[in-house]
């Protein structure tokens, strides 16, 4: 979607600046911070829409996503935040 957007490929950007940008919270391509969750829902409902894909709707994305970084917190790793869950937002 970025790439019909601005025609840039290969992509400058990382995921999160991407999905930033298509939910509509960065006007941008520039570094941004984790999205809302509704901004992610948002998202992958249109990508669904537009593309068929991703095959999983945001809320499944998201609890793999906790559940990788669970695995991955005993190796002292984690993904990149990418959705500010209302979770996390509880939290701090």
Request: net charge positive; hydrophobic share 35%; glycine share 8%.
């Amino acid at each position: 979607m970025v790439f019909e957007a601005l025609g840039e490929c290969p992509p400058r950007t990382s995921i999160v600046d991407r999905l930033s940008f298509l939910s509509g919270c960065s006007s941008t391509l520039g570094a941004s911070g984790p999205i809302t969750e509704s901004a992610f829902d948002y998202t992958i409902s249109k990508m669904k829409r537009e593309f068929g894909f991703p095959m999983l709707d945001a809320h499944t994305i998201i609890e793999r996503i906790r559940d990788i970084n669970v695995r991955l917190r005993h190796l002292g790793r984690e993904l990149p935040r990418i959705v500010e869950t209302r979770a996390s937002e509880a939290k701090g």
